[in-house]
């Protein structure tokens, strides 16, 4: 083992990784929605508040 070496980078600091955090306030029930498609995919809630709100908003028209 002599001459192997652990590599540790250092970490990146807060917001410098492409996310935000913040809190949103929303519906018991769209909560409950969350957790039920989170139970039957494996999906974490984040991960599909992630995908549900990029599809939203690829999907978003503006009009006057």
């Given amino acids: ?3 192997d070496k652990i590599i540790v980078k250092p970490k ?3 917001g410098e ?11 018991e ?3 409950q929605s969350l957790d039920d498609i989170a139970a039957k995919t494996g999906r974490s809630r ?3 508040i992630g995908t549900f709100l990029a599809f939203a908003i690829e ?3 503006i009009t006057e």
């Fill in 1 to 3: 083992m002599k001459g």
């Fill in 12 to 14: 990146r600091p807060k």
């Fill in 17 to 27: 990784d492409g996310y935000k955090t913040f809190s949103v306030r929303i519906k």
């Fill in 29 to 31: 029930t769209t909560v």
């Fill in 46 to 48: 984040n991960e599909l």
């Fill in 59 to 61: 999907h978003c028209e």
